[in-house]
């Protein structure tokens, strides 16, 4: 079982920037993906940003030039750096991450999410 926290979320004005931070623990396997999906309200989730299994950042057309992900493999901790946020990114944003055996994927965990609204 794996227990990811989500911090960081708020309400910021268009153009603003916000600092997302998941801190994963609780599991016996290792983890392999982790990344950042968001949902709107009334909306799919979606793909923010994630890292593959060699550490290899895939962005969602949306955020690229304007998000950044970060890991700490050691400390089993992910951020996302938000700048030139738009009313359009407002969403739960949800930290995910993927357990390994064998090299392979065997389980997929969730957070609880933080809420990020983009508001004059």
Known sequence: ???????GGGLVEPG???????????SNTAIGRMGWYRQASGMQRELVATFGRRENTVYADSAKGRFTISRDVAK????????????ADTAIYYCYAQTMNWGEPVADYWGQGTLVTVSS
């Open 1 to 7: 079982q794996v227990h990811l926290v989500e911090s």
């Open 76 to 87: 089993n901790t992910i951020d996302l750096q938000m700048n030139s946020l738009q009313p």
């Open 16 to 26: 603003g920037s916000l600092r997302l931070s998941c801190a994963a623990s609780g």
